[in-house]
């Protein structure tokens, strides 16, 4: 009976790719039939790690080699059972700031990638455009709120901050996507009407298969009463 009840959703006509803004926004966090996000989102996570890593590396190796300088020089007056025990204190001392120092940049990092390219992409899904003005929006709605704790002037600064950075890293990620061939919108929506197409000519097609099944059962049906009238004329 379940199989029955879900029958007709099977064989419903598929729905056509999203026309509006706000359904393109939709299907960007939903998961397909292979429970896996679109390759927008999954290109934000990635990159809002990537960020954290290379945050952590920028913030890191700069606080772990001043800490190590700065062990060694207030050092020089104690005592350590042998050589390798000074190292690796020095190397403790320096791998202490690398975590902490380190952190702080990688979530901040992290943070602002993440926040700029959902921005970003949000704005591309929904003009259903890649357009270097989404980058630009996307750059400075980021940079104002990580500096509008400042008041004004910390908002206009960090708005022209997002402005200079936004537009030459869309301009490259512009650049990149059209040496592969269509940007990445444009590759979503050949996907989008191709899988449609293909749901359609499935659908036709399980449709006339259908209507056959059906015809004959018809036909099967009157054959079957012409003869149950025929054999009670005979008696």
Same mark, same amino acid.
């Given at each position: 009976?379940?199989?029955?009840?879900?029958?007709?959703?099977?064989?419903?006509?598929?729905?056509?790719?999203? #026309?509006?803004?706000?359904?393109?926004? &939709? *299907?960007?966090?939903?998961?397909?039939?292979? #429970?896996?996000?679109?390759?927008?989102?999954?290109?934000?996570? =990635?990159?809002?790690?990537?960020?954290?890593?290379?945050?952590?590396?920028?913030?890191?190796?700069?606080?772990?080699?001043?800490?190590? =300088?700065?062990?060694?020089?207030?050092?020089?007056?104690?005592?350590?059972?042998?050589?390798?025990?000074?190292?690796?204190?020095?190397?403790?001392?320096?791998?202490?700031?690398?975590?902490?120092?380190?952190?702080?940049?990688?979530?901040?990092?992290?943070?602002?990638?993440?926040?700029?390219?959902?921005?970003?992409?949000?704005?591309?899904?929904?003009?259903?455009?890649?357009?270097?003005?989404?980058?630009?929006?996307?750059?400075?709605?980021?940079?104002?709120?990580? &500096?509008?704790?400042?008041?004004?002037?910390?908002?206009?600064?960090?708005?022209?901050?997002?402005?200079?950075?936004?537009?030459?890293?869309?301009?490259?990620?512009?650049?990149?996507? =059209?040496?592969?061939?269509?940007?990445?919108?444009?590759? &979503?929506? &050949?996907?989008?009407?191709?899988?449609?197409?293909?749901?359609?000519?499935?659908?036709?097609?399980?449709?006339?298969?259908?209507?056959?099944?059906?015809? =004959?059962?018809?036909?099967?049906?009157?054959?079957?009463?012409?003869?149950?009238?025929? *054999?009670?004329?005979?008696?």
């Amino acid at each position: 009976m379940a199989e029955g009840i879900g029958a007709p959703s099977h064989f419903g006509r598929p729905a056509p790719p999203p #026309q509006t803004g706000w359904e393109r926004l &939709r *299907e960007l966090w939903q998961r397909d039939d292979r #429970q896996q996000f679109p390759e927008e989102t999954v290109n934000i996570i =990635k990159s809002a790690f990537s960020g954290g890593v290379i945050g952590w590396v920028y913030g890191g190796l700069p606080a772990f080699r001043h800490a190590r =300088k700065e062990f060694i020089a207030r050092s020089h007056g104690e005592l350590f059972q042998n050589r390798a025990d000074a190292v690796q204190s020095a190397h403790r001392a320096g791998l202490r700031s690398f975590i902490r120092y380190g952190w702080r940049w990688s979530w901040r990092v992290a943070a602002f990638v993440a926040i700029f390219n959902t921005v970003s992409t949000g704005l591309s899904v929904y003009r259903n455009k890649t357009t270097i003005s989404n980058f630009a929006a996307a750059g400075a709605f980021t940079g104002a709120l990580f &500096r509008m704790h400042l008041g004004l002037h910390g908002l206009a600064g960090g708005s022209v901050f997002g402005i200079v950075f936004g537009i030459p890293a869309g301009g490259l990620l512009m650049v990149m996507q =059209k040496l592969a061939g269509e940007t990445l919108q444009e590759k &979503r929506n &050949r996907e989008r009407r191709e899988l449609y197409e293909q749901e359609l000519a499935e659908w036709q097609s399980r449709l006339g298969v259908t209507e056959v099944l059906g015809q =004959k059962e018809s036909s099967a049906q009157g054959g079957s009463q012409r003869e149950i009238a025929r *054999e009670s004329r005979s008696c």
